[in-house]
């Protein structure tokens, strides 16, 4: 697969797999919105778009991601991109694809990623659960939370960590919230898969922990069904016999 850019696809693919035009097609005017992710004025304009530029809501949005661009200053994607490409583009699928209103979620979405990355750099943390309920509220801190993967130390190896997250969600299966952050996460995830920056093994293995981990939450909520449906049979087509 020559998926190069969030949104953009390899000119050579678009020409030598005509049977599949239709399925790039889709794709890349599924992402095609999320050319704005990188920098502040198009992602913030895309929130105000939403909120408005005066409103308390966007004023909380712009915060988070200004506190959390500084964060991930310097940091890079496997794709290259700058990581705050990222936490961006879930609050923006969040918000076109999902749907989602609630300010609150969009700030979720933005910072998702803020606490872990602290504890794998062994830095001072700056998002601990203080800061964030005093600045963002209770509800925001149960959000960053509830999307933080148990940190890696002694007994808990990086295996029992992510063994241990998953299983939490099956006591979260109701929690919508949860869910509009998680599945935007793993959407944007998966758009940004090839096999240039992961072997072909670790990509089906993602699929498989999509479809029977994540899958039957997003059809239980109606989130996000069609695009990962969409993106997990592109992939399989493009990195089972490989």
Known sequence: MLISTLYAINI?????????AIMIYIRCHSVAF???????RGFL????DVYGNKSEEYKKIEWAEMLTRELFSGEKRLTGEPYITHPNSVA????????????RVIIGCIIHDNREYEQEQGIRSMWSPKFVETWFGEYIE???????MPQVLGEMTKERAHSTFYNSMR???????????KLADRLHNLWTLSSE???????????????????PYAQRHSILVRELHEVL??????????
């Not at 006591?171 to 952050?181: H, P, S, T, W």
């Open 197 to 215: 920056i992961m072997p072909a093994r670790k990509i089906i293995s993602k699929i498989e922990e999509t479809r029977e981990g994540l899958l």
């Open 12 to 20: 050579t693919e678009w020409y030598l797999v005509k049977e599949k």
């Open 45 to 48: 304009q895309k929130m105000q």
């Open 171 to 181: 006591a979260l299966c109701k929690r919508r919230d949860f869910f509009e952050i």
């Open 92 to 103: 923006m699928i969040a918000t076109k694809l999902g749907g989602v209103r609630d300010y």
């Open 34 to 40: 999320l050319e704005d992710a990188t920098e502040p």
């Open 142 to 148: 149960w959000l960053l939370a509830s999307q933080t």
């Open 233 to 242: 049979e592109w992939l399989e087509e493009n990195n089972n016999n490989k």
